[in-house]
């Protein structure tokens, strides 16, 4: 059992930064939760104080039935991939693999026998008498979740584990820890400030910002239905389009896939912009991205790649009244249709 | 081309060391290889040579890793417990002290009651650790400075504790530094002639005699061939022993990489 509850936690450091106040969390047991926000939202102090190596300067940390608030980091039986591996450069994998094991004094044979086993399912067995300076990011990777899988935890931590190796090798480590969490069936916390990592890995998406949360919910769900401005804006790719409205006090957020282009307005459409003109034109394989400019305001819109526009040549732009979401102009949050 | 360009901003030293210190070495080889006397059995059966000899290495084997363990230590507190400024000023501070403004301050405890009965040497390496702990400390200070912190921060999530992390991980991460230590406290612990002279004279006591103490006298008598005899042997340790710290510092190097 790895539930994990934050009950008002806060984090003061030494220089008096506040990183989280009175934060509270709860992930449930064999959950994948992802932590996304930008740099300094305090999400990778979440993750330090879940692994003993930051104390809460306030609240209760509890991990399962107990508080552990002062219990120290080798005993709360977790294991915590970096985001620079923190790999022991004078051990081989093998021996990184070995060295929780043998502080537990684990016998040599099963030692080997978990490390081959291990090594098996990550398809590191040809590196496993290398040592970390050899290899490239992705074994190093590998290594490092090895590590992590052959204590057995109760709870995965992830620190940004993929944000130092490339595009291609990403994607496909995306689908093995998403694979990997499904064997292991324990809980796994990712932390994140790739908006396309939480989306495509989380079965639950906390969105931080400032130490705190913006909102929780599956990932479609915060797509479809963000709570606020920030979070609208924080998720997605390339991100939402707002317009101001000033006599109303709102801004309306359209998805730009949801910005249509069209010489003939539909009959439910809510909100259609002349004039607009296009400044640039992004093929991303089967869509497009076209940057417009509708008398100063930039927009995007997402469309089949087979749409054909002209750079410098005014548009018809339209979206229909579902697809908008209104938020209010001075806090933020979304307002629901019905009281606008 | 870059690097003949630097050369002409090393050739000032090294011309330097070759005519102040290398060809005047040599040269003054005659005295051991050409003379009449055989200079190396003579200083063998010389019992100051042999005290002196045998003052030096203990000094060397229970200072020089003193004054790394304690560098080390100091600099860990100073990265973990942050350490006050006082306390790290007082550790470095004696390396800018020059010998002869303190040697007052050092005669007088040395002369005391309370240490009357103390072994010499060891009032010799009080006053060794007190000058030259600074060194190591700023080098392992840096070093600290410089880690990585998510590999210690890993070991201990692995389960290891404070102890086990110094000597499984932090030790072997630092060894660099290690070796850089040990080469700076070994020069130091040859230049702390120049304290014990200012402190105790030409004359120390037999129990702090020690081999520059020896190459002192032999210089003042013009003994060369024994001089040269006894530098030699002492060049020769040196070389010895820097070669086996490189060796095991290059190894460890090579280890990490492979």
């Given amino acids: 059992m790895a539930e994990i509850i934050l009950k008002d936690v806060t984090k003061i450091y030494p220089n008096g930064f506040k990183a989280l106040e009175d934060f509270s969390l709860k992930i449930t047991d064999k959950e994948f939760l992802v932590l996304v926000g930008p740099s300094g939202c305090g999400k990778t102090t979440i993750l330090r104080i879940i692994a003993g190596l930051e104390e809460a300067s306030a609240g209760d940390v509890i991990i399962g039935d107990r508080r552990v608030n002062d219990v120290l980091p080798k005993d709360r039986n977790i294991s915590m991939v970096f985001q620079n591996y923190a790999l022991y450069p004078h051990m081989n994998v093998y021996e990184n693999m070995a060295f929780s094991l043998k502080l537990r004094k684990i016998g040599k ?7 081959l086993n291990i090594a098996g399912i990550l398809e590191i067995e040809d590196i496993l008498y290398k040592k970390p300076a050899t290899l490239s990011g992705g074994q190093k990777q590998r290594a490092a979740l090895g590590r992590a899988i052959i204590r057995e935890p109760d709870i995965f931590l992830f620190d940004e584990p993929l944000s130092n190796i490339d595009a291609k090798l990403r994607t496909q480590m995306r689908i093995e820890l998403i694979n990997l969490h499904k064997r292991l069936g324990t809980t796994f916390i990712y932390v994140t400030h790739d908006q396309t990592e939480a989306m495509t890995m989380g079965e639950r998406i906390a969105v931080m910002k400032d130490g705190i949360i913006q909102q929780m919910d599956t990932p479609e769900n915060i797509y479809k239905n963000p709570v606020n401005i920030f979070t609208a804006g924080f998720i997605g790719s390339p991100q939402m389009n707002f317009i101001k409205d000033s006599d109303k006090n709102i801004i309306m957020g359209v998805r730009p896939e ?5 010489s003939v307005e539909p009959e439910e459409s809510s909100l259609s912009l002349d004039q607009c003109y296009v400044e640039a034109v992004e093929l991303i394989g089967s869509e497009k991205l076209i940057y417009f400019d509708c008398n100063g305001l930039k927009l995007i819109s997402k469309v089949p790649e087979d749409i054909q526009t002209i750079k410098g040549n005014s548009y018809k732009l339209y979206c229909l009244k579902k697809d908008i979401h209104y938020f209010d102009g001075e806090k933020g949050e979304k307002l629901y249709y019905e009281k606008i | 081309m870059k690097k003949y360009s630097m050369m002409k901003y090393i050739l000032p030293s090294i011309f330097g060391v070759a005519f102040l210190n290398l060809v005047p070495f040599i040269i003054a080889q005659k005295y051991v290889f050409f003379s009449s006397g055989g200079s ?22 229970v200072f020089i890793p003193l004054a790394v363990i304690i560098g080390f230590v100091t600099a860990f507190l100073t990265e973990y417990l942050k350490l006050s400024f006082w306390v ?14 303190v040697s007052g301050f050092f005669r007088e405890i040395a002369a005391s009651s ?23 400390y700023i080098i392992f200070l840096i070093s600290l400075k410089n880690r990585d912190k998510s590999i210690e921060e890993a070991a201990y999530l692995d389960g290891s504790g404070t102890l086990r992390t110094i000597f499984s991980i932090m030790l072997p991460l630092h060894s660099e530094a290690l070796v850089l230590a040990v080469i700076v406290s070994t020069y130091n612990s040859l230049k702390i002639f120049r304290m014990t002279y200012a402190i105790f004279g030409e004359y120390p006591d037999y129990r702090m005699f020690m081999i520059q103490n020896f190459l002192h006298l032999k210089l003042k008598e013009l003994s060369l061939d024994t001089l040269m005899a006894g530098a030699d042997i002492l060049l020769a340790f040196i070389f010895i022993l820097l070669f086996f710290i490189l060796r095991s510092g290059r190894k460890h190097k090579i280890k990490m990489s492979l």
């Fill in chain 1, 109 to 115: 044979k099963e030692i080997q026998e978990k490390i």
């Fill in chain 1, 258 to 262: 949801k910005l249509k282009i069209s």
């Fill in chain 2, 40 to 61: 190396f059995t003579d200083i063998f059966s010389n019992m100051g040579f042999i005290i002196s000899i045998k003052n030096t290495a203990v000094f060397m084997s």
């Fill in chain 2, 88 to 101: 790290q000023a007082a550790v470095i501070l004696p390396i800018t002290v020059p010998a002869s403004s």
């Fill in chain 2, 114 to 136: 309370a240490l009357e009965n103390i072994n010499g040497l060891f009032i010799v390496g009080f006053i060794f650790l007190w000058s030259c702990i600074g060194y190591t």
